[in-house]
């Protein structure tokens, strides 16, 4: 059974940099030409997609943060890992790992973390 | 303000049925067949209901259905039952390899 956990700071300073790490197991991030992705849930709103990668490094990020993200993987340690820099208190949000699902593209997410929350906040 | 919108709140008694509507634009609902729908408890993940417009994945009942008629999509919930209440997403991919969700619906189950 695929599980993501994701791990990171629960508290960030302003300006500074967001870090997130998604550890997969169950299976290989390399095998079956899976994409991975990060969908961010400010409190009590909607989601939000933050951006996806293909295992190979193909990335494609939400507009409004394409600035300051980046996604990528970690295939020796089945990771795959979020930045999100200048953060804002707009950044506070549960921050959720995700898979999508294998026969629509990579625009259905059928996997998903627990979420980890990240506070923005001096 | 979401990509994709939503009525804030939708409700129906136990058994009957309800469905949620999904309004965003040719550029993205109306221009792909890749609407899915989001079912999210208080303090928990959200999870796939459905995927290409009207695909179940695996578990998820048959009471569950969706479909799409230019740029709106529905979720349809059969035979409501208590643990259907809860938050409902939409999402849609969109121009130029992006991924909008909706501003959600809060299913009621009176």
């Known amino acids: 059974q695929l599980q993501l956990q994701e791990s990171g700071p629960g508290l960030v300073k302003p300006s500074e940099t967001l870090s997130l790490t998604c550890t997969v197991s169950g299976g290989s991030i390399s095998s079956s030409s899976y994409y991975w992705g990060w969908i961010r849930q400010p409190p009590g709103k909607e989601l939000e997609w933050v951006g996806t990668i293909y295992y190979g490094g193909t990335t494609y990020y939400n507009p409004s943060l394409k600035r300051r993200v980046t996604i990528s993987v970690d295939t020796s340690k089945n990771q795959i890992s979020l930045k999100l820099t200048s953060v804002t208190a707009a950044d506070t949000a549960m921050y959720y790992c995700v898979r999508p699902q294998s026969t629509s593209g990579w625009v259905s997410f059928e996997y998903w973390g627990q979420g980890t929350a990240v506070s923005v906040s001096s | 303000q979401s990509a994709l919108t939503q009525p804030p709140s939708a409700s129906g008694s136990p058994g009957q049925s309800v469905t949620i509507s999904c309004t965003g634009t040719?550029?993205?609902?109306?221009?792909?067949?890749?609407v899915s729908w989001y079912q999210q408890h208080p303090g928990k993940a959200p999870k796939l209901m459905i995927h290409g417009v009207n695909k179940r994945p695996s578990g998820v009942p048959d009471r569950f259905s969706g479909s799409k008629s230019g740029n709106t999509a529905s979720l349809t919930v059969s035979g409501l039952q208590a643990d259907d209440e809860a938050d409902y997403y939409c999402?849609?991919?969109?121009?130029?390899?992006?991924?909008?969700f909706g501003g959600g619906t809060s299913l009621t189950v009176l």
């Open positions: 999402s849609s991919y969109a121009d130029n390899n992006v991924v909008v």
């Open positions: 040719n550029s993205d609902i109306g221009g792909y067949n890749y």
